[in-house]
């Protein structure tokens, strides 16, 4: 480490030098697998995290975990699970297929509370000897022309030489490893990608572009649920889609639309659009009182933001619906009195708010994540004092609040905002629907995906007179089990950059993005881009050139699962 003295302006300040083997930058479930990866093969890491906590939405509310099959899941991923159960006395079957009750992959066994994730992030980074970077906010990249390594007579290839953060600091390494949710290093790297949902058209698919699920079209009744809270269908009671009228006079245009509403183009199902995903926060609530700290509303709280959600309770009722407060949040018991909350038609996702965010600075994007929760916290506070809510809901919502021993630096609120989809890279291969249902098998495997077509609504938009969610799809993958991700969909195209992997901001469309973008899956491929960096190093070669025959004997000797056989 370095330091070093320069001039900004006027204003004197230091600046340090981290120079390391492999730098990987964000410090999410991923990014800490891949940086004890890169430390147990014996080489010098950095981590670079941008905010002040590890283990992205692992630790950050999404406490009911998105597991998938079980059995697909090995390496890091395995290994920290097993050893976060443990803290509860747990022991996870992993040679076992997850047990539906009706729902999703969502293992009931790994539900966990957010503070004893991210210790168990924190402790591994640590015994492994891992240097950690918080608050490293990235401001540029330097890349370079340099001979191929190993390869002279191969000409000249881009690679990252460093980053330099906000407050100065550099980073320099022979590897670079993007971690983040955004995809933030391949952008500033001139890495292609994209923000589009592609269409149909791009790349042969059926559920890409804009789409209008059957299942969540508006009808104007809906059967009863079960004891789970879901039809027969699987459909939970929290996805309910009713014909609302959307203008803040009934039935008049010319009145305007309502808040939480958007009056768009509309667009042909399958064309190409823009737009990622809803995002949300995964709260953790208790009904601990002596643990409990209130849901605040925002200082601009107006109950009129919530007209929309009033008229769909108005729906339910005339339903028949016996409500409670899975209506508006599926929430999933965790230790110690403590529930992971979810989404629901009205819920925490925003959708729309989440667009910018890909491409916004780290200033904007406070903005953006201060504008979700403040719709969140209000809708909370309009569910628990709102006379138009049943008495029911309302008793049901009082019960809960923010935990005093969870997030302690943020007041109880997660500090990590859910970046279900960002920017996606755009490689040499890139994954479809056709991986994800089986049609096509992706060559050299990394790991497994094992999670359904899960897309979160796009827009909240006028169609046909009535609110409709665009974009919304929640389905499995045709029957198939396991698919394998292709080591090519975590690399750039070779002219682009020679030293750089990306595991979550991947090359893949956008509805097998869906499947692919789970927290165990992210573990599984960053851990593998880390074993193939350190590969690149040793050997002195492009990351696109590693031998694959190698690594897959180095990533199946680390427990890695490479291949479906069930």
């Keep these: 480490m370095k330091t070093l003295f320069f001039l900004l302006g006027a204003t004197s300040a230091f600046a340090t030098v981290h120079e390391a083997d492999v730098c990987v930058f964000g410090g999410t479930s991923g990014g800490v697998s891949a940086a004890v990866q890169v430390a147990r093969m014996g080489k010098t890491v950095v981590l670079a995290e941008p905010g002040r906590h590890l283990g992205g939405m692992t630790s950050g509310g999404l406490s009911a975990?998105?597991?998938?099959d079980p059995r697909s899941v090995g390496g890091i991923a395995r290994e920290y699970f097993t050893r976060l159960v443990a803290a509860y006395g747990k022991?996870?079957?992993w040679d076992q297929p997850f047990k539906s009750t009706g729902g999703p992959a969502t293992g009931g066994a790994y539900a966990i509370e957010p503070h004893q994730a991210e210790r168990v992030?924190?402790?591994?980074?640590?015994?492994?000897?891992?240097?950690?970077?918080?608050?490293?906010?990235?401001?540029?990249?330097?890349?370079?022309?340099?001979a191929t390594p190993g390869r002279p007579d191969a000409g000249k290839s881009a690679r990252i030489t460093s980053i330099t953060l906000e407050n100065g600091d550099v980073i320099r390494a022979k590897m670079f490893i993007d971690t983040t949710y955004e995809g933030d290093l391949m952008a500033k790297a001139g890495v292609s990608f994209t923000l589009m949902r592609e269409g149909n058209a791009k790349y042969g698919e059926s559920f890409n572009g804009i789409q209008y699920d059957e299942r969540f079209k508006p009808r104007s009744e809906f059967a009863q649920p079960g004891s789970n809270g879901r039809l027969q269908n699987?459909?939970?009671?929290?996805?309910?889609?009713?014909?609302?009228?959307?203008?803040?006079?009934?039935?008049?245009?010319?009145?305007?639309v309502l808040p939480l509403v958007e009056l768009d183009d509309v667009g042909k199902p399958g064309?190409?659009?823009?737009?990622?995903?809803?995002?949300?926060?995964?709260?953790?609530?208790?009904?601990?009182?002596?643990?409990?700290?209130?849901?605040?509303?925002?200082?601009?709280?107006?109950?009129?933001?919530y007209e929309i959600v009033a008229r769909f309770i108005e729906a339910c009722l005339q339903n028949g619906d016996?409500?409670?407060?899975?209506?508006?949040?599926?929430?999933?018991?965790?230790?110690?009195?403590?529930?992971?909350f979810n989404t629901a038609t009205f819920g925490g996702n925003l959708p729309g708010a989440s667009h910018a965010w890909p491409g916004a600075s780290y200033a904007e994007r406070e903005k953006i994540a201060k504008k979700h929760e403040n719709y969140h916290r209000g809708l909370l506070h309009f569910l628990a004092t709102d006379p138009r809510v049943p008495e029911k809901v309302r008793k049901d919502m009082q019960r809960f609040g923010l935990p005093k021993d969870e997030f302690t630096d943020n007041g109880g609120w997660p500090h990590q905002i859910y970046v279900r989809e960002a920017r996606r890279m755009v490689s040499d291969l890139v994954l479809t629907e056709h991986h994800t249902f089986g049609k096509t098998i992706a060559p050299k495997s990394i790991g497994l995906g094992s999670y359904g077509t899960d897309v979160h609504e796009i827009r909240r938009i006028v169609k046909?007179?009535?609110?409709?969610?665009?974009?919304?799809?929640?389905?499995?993958?045709?029957?198939?089990?396991?698919?394998?991700?292709?080591?090519?969909a975590i690399v750039p195209k070779m002219g682009e950059c020679s030293n750089l992997l990306v595991t979550f901001a991947l090359s893949a469309s956008h509805t097998a993005f869906a499947s692919i973008r789970m927290e165990p899956v992210f573990m599984i491929t960053s851990q593998s881009a880390a074993t193939a960096a350190v590969m690149a190093l040793q050997d002195e070669q492009a990351v696109q050139e590693v031998d694959y025959a190698k690594l897959k004997a180095r990533l199946e000797n680390d427990g890695q699962v490479l291949k479906w056989s069930k």
């Excluded at 975990?65 to 998938?68: L, M, Q, T």
């Excluded at 309910?240 to 006079?249: A, G, M, S, T």
């Excluded at 016996?322 to 992971?340: A, G, I, V, Y």
């Design 91 to 93: 022991k996870l079957e």
């Design 121 to 146: 992030f924190d402790e591994m980074v640590k015994e492994a000897g891992v240097k950690v970077l918080r608050n490293a906010k990235l401001a540029s990249v330097e890349k370079s022309e340099v």
């Design 464 to 488: 046909d007179g009535v609110v409709i969610r665009e974009g919304k799809l929640a389905g499995g993958r045709g029957g198939f089990g396991p698919y394998q991700i292709g080591y090519d």
């Design 271 to 305: 064309d190409p659009a823009p737009g990622v995903q809803a995002y949300c926060y995964r709260l953790c609530l208790t009904t601990n009182k002596a643990n409990s700290l209130p849901i605040t509303p925002p200082a601009d709280y107006d109950p009129k933001t």
């Design 234 to 256: 699987g459909l939970g009671v929290w996805d309910r889609d009713f014909p609302l009228d959307p203008y803040v006079v009934i039935g008049c245009k010319d009145s305007g």
């Design 65 to 68: 975990v998105d597991i998938g």
């Design 322 to 340: 016996d409500m409670d407060l899975r209506w508006f949040s599926k929430h999933d018991p965790l230790p110690n009195d403590k529930w992971d």
